[in-house]
């Protein structure tokens, strides 16, 4: 089998490698597994794909989630992310007006920060349908014919307009939309301290979110023993199953990143089997005396 090449993170003092998020790779226990340019070889000792869900808050330029993610979250990792939406579910009032409406009539909700998407760059404010009018034209009732989708829901009382720019004052109560937005985003940047993580995204959040929740599914593959070195994110590591069936000696694949590494694993390996032989070879011969 070929050896596979992916870009991992570790942290001093751990058996825990994680893979950047948009990478799996066949991680049988017992395979020989080289981390970043150290000259030392590990072993897998079992895998998983993990999913991290967190709360965050936006400050505008970068999400902020409490704890030290060093290592297990790093740039190009992808997440998604979602936040609370908003709709109209209610009209608790109607003010007055000097404009003659008509049955049916389409009133636009102003006001408020809506949320867009990529198909809907200006998002959908609410939408108002006239569905009673008193004698002088006047709004007596209405109902909500498009909820409308907002970050940030206007306050009341907020204005309506009519196609011929008359507005209305209105009361709605807004409640958590019924369906949600998803957001794709690569992280750029990480950095943390003791006690929380700050994460720079490709590109903005929309405006008006400051808080919401995203999650990072990738893989996490445990070694067989602490990794002893300095601490590397995102590093070019390589996990090879070609080892001989018997003493299980790494071997060398065509394609190796450092097969100087692979070599003096083989060496040692047999290096110690030959000590092993040694010592026996030894009691035996003095066993014969």
Do not use: W
């Amino acid at each position: 089998m070929k050896p596979e090449t992916f870009e991992a993170s570790i942290e001093k003092g751990s058996n825990k490698l994680y893979l950047t998020s948009n990478r799996t790779v066949a991680a049988r226990n017992g395979a020989f597994i080289k981390l970043g340019i150290n000259d030392i070889f590990y072993k897998v000792e079992s895998a998983q794909i993990i999913n991290i869900k967190k709360r965050f808050t936006y400050t505008g330029s970068s999400l902020v989630i409490k704890g030290n993610y060093n290592y297990k979250l790093a740039k190009n990792d992808n997440c998604s992310i979602t936040f609370d939406e908003y709709e109209a579910v209610e009209i608790s009032d109607i003010g007055p007006s000097s404009t003659r409406y008509k049955l049916g009539e389409r009133i636009y909700v102003q006001k408020g920060i809506t949320s867009s998407s990529s198909g809907n760059l200006t998002g959908e404010h609410t939408e108002l349908g006239v569905t009673k009018i008193g004698e002088e034209g006047q709004i007596l009732d209405a109902k909500i014919t498009k909820p409308g989708v907002y970050i940030s829901p206007p306050q009341n009382p907020t204005e309506a307009m009519n196609e011929d720019g008359k507005t209305i004052e209105i009361d709605l109560e807004f409640d958590l939309a019924s369906q949600i937005s998803i957001l794709e985003r690569d992280f750029t940047h990480v950095n943390t301290n003791e006690s929380e993580t700050h994460i720079k995204t490709s590109y903005p959040l929309p405006k008006g979110i400051q808080k919401g929740e995203f999650v990072v599914s990738k893989q996490v593959i445990s070694l067989d023993k602490e990794y002893a070195n300095e601490s590397f994110e995102n590093e070019i590591c390589q996990i090879t199953f070609d080892y001989s069936p018997i003493n299980k000696i790494p071997l060398l694949p065509s394609n190796s990143i450092d097969p100087q590494t692979t070599y003096n694993e083989g060496i040692a390996i047999i290096e110690k089997k030959l000590l092993e032989l040694d010592k026996r070879i030894t009691r035996m011969e003095n066993m014969n005396y």
